[in-house]
């Protein structure tokens, strides 16, 4: 699997999910900076790290959304290049209009870092395909802007075509309001477009995809890319 990670001034999970493409796939990722323009042709994936792009001014990913290689992406994207988002990057897809919604401030208004449970909604897609759909799995967040919105018709939308990918959960899997850690919308963590080659989520699997780190979580997402892109 050969795959590119867009590197932002102030990205600082790119690293780290380098590290996950790697030592799952076995094959270095390629490491792209943001004023790039092109892409390579053979390229199987394009990961869009978490992090504070151009130090989440003006907005969380607005910025980094016009970057010279964010044209780039989403014309791939739009011919099926798989595209990955965490945490900034999902921001960032939301904001070049990749995915449906916006994440706006927590609603406690305060940066959120702990580990959460999320529930699996689907493994019907070439991310979570190593996932249970209803699976409860442990991965961490850091965030303050990760409260997931969208209107009615789009939530609808979202819903009926199947397209949110992990809920905010208990540790039985159960989605409530109480283990809401933002405020998003029927607490969504992570949403597909509805071709689902394009997935945005909040939690960061890199952060728990070996038991070195205190758990291995993360590491089916990343095991399910390689299986669907090698």
Request: proline content about 6%; hydrophobic content about 40%; charged content about 25%.
């Amino acid at each position: 699997m050969k795959a590119a990670v867009i590197v932002f001034p102030a990205s600082n999970c790119d690293r780290d999910v380098a590290v996950s493409i790697e030592r799952t796939s076995g094959v270095k990722p390629l490491m792209v900076w943001h004023r790039e323009t092109t892409l390579p042709d053979d390229l199987d994936l394009v990961v869009v790290p978490g992090g504070f792009s151009y130090g989440d001014y003006l907005r969380s990913g607005a910025m980094a959304a016009h970057s010279p290689i964010m044209r780039e992406v989403k014309s791939r994207s739009e011919r099926g290049l798989p595209v990955l988002g965490i945490c900034n990057g999902f921001q960032i897809l939301t904001e070049a209009g990749m995915l449906p919604g916006v994440l706006m401030r927590n609603a406690r208004l305060r940066f959120i870092c702990r580990d959460v449970y999320l529930r699996v909604e689907t493994h019907d897609s070439l991310f979570t395909d190593r996932y249970e759909t209803g699976e409860t799995v442990r991965i961490p967040i850091a965030h303050h802007d990760g409260n997931y919105f969208a209107d009615d018709a789009t939530l609808k939308e979202i819903e009926d075509n199947r397209q949110v990918a992990f809920r905010y959960c208990d540790e039985e899997g159960e989605v409530r309001p109480e283990v809401n850690p933002n405020g998003s919308r029927a607490n969504i963590a992570g949403v597909f477009n509805r071709d689902r080659t394009v997935l945005g989520m909040m939690p960061h699997p890199e952060r728990l995809a070996e038991d070195i780190l205190g758990g291995a979580d993360g590491k089916p997402l990343f095991l399910s890319l390689v299986e669907a892109l090698s």
